[in-house]
Every structure is written in C-alpha cells, then in structure tokens.
C-alpha cells in the first residue's frame, strides 16, 4: 500500500510562489506515475499535472501552463510542484496521487489508486 503525505502549502500573495512536496512510503514510488489534483471549495478536483514514473514526460493543465512545474526525486520518494506567479484562482487542496496509465488517462482522478490527505494553497489577490 501507498502512503503520501504532501506538504509546503500556505498563504501567499498573487505573484508568489509555493513549492509542494508529496512524500511516498518506500518500496512503492518508483512504479507509479505521479500526479497533482487541486479542489476548489464548491468545485470538483480537476487535473493540474502529472509525471510519469521515470520522470521523462510531464503533462500539465492548460491553466498552469508556463507557471507550475511537476518533478520527482525517486531517490527520495518524493514528488514536487513548483508554483510560480501564482494566481487567486489557483486557491485550493492540492493533493497528490500516485497511479499509472496513458497520458490522456493520467489527466483524470480515476488513473491514481492512492490519494495524500491534501495540503491547503491561498493566493491573496
């Protein structure tokens, strides 16, 4: 079984930036393809990147395009995103997942069988 724990969440002006970091139980990271999701109140959890499990592809949302940058260290078993010129809208839990399957799959919630508790981001405008 998985275990992630995000964090570096917080609160930071639009502009800003964050780098969060997701922390996975050993023996188990390196076959997964990683992805971070983020939930707005009111809305559902929507795709913001994904990478796969040798760190060779990266995909991303097009509303964090240019700005967030996903990366991996499975040294560490641990996944980062960057976020940079971050925006009021870019509020939310981001949670990190760990799953598999084509890229096009891996930008839905169904592709990750195992889910951290979430970590808070609030961009003040």
């Known amino acids: 079984q998985v275990q992630l724990v995000e964090s570096g969440g917080g609160l930071v002006q639009a502009g800003g930036s964050l780098r969060l970091s997701c922390a996975a139980s050993?023996?188990?990271?390196?076959?997964?393809?990683m992805g971070w999701f983020r939930q707005a109140p009111g809305k559902e959890r929507e795709f913001v990147a994904t990478?796969?499990?040798?760190?060779?592809?990266?995909y991303y949302a097009d509303s964090v395009k240019g700005r967030f940058t996903i990366s991996r260290d499975n040294a560490k078993n641990t996944m980062y995103l960057q976020m940079n010129s971050l925006k009021p809208e870019d509020t939310a839990v981001y949670y990190c997942?760990?799953?598999?399957?084509?890229?096009?799959?891996?930008?839905?919630?169904?592709?990750?069988?195992?889910w951290g508790q979430g970590t808070q981001v609030t961009v003040s405008s």
């Open positions: 050993l023996r188990t990271f390196v076959p997964y393809a």
């Open positions: 997942g760990a799953g598999g399957g084509s890229r096009s799959y891996l930008m839905k919630y169904e592709a990750y069988g195992y």
């Open positions: 990478i796969t499990w040798s760190g060779g592809n990266t």
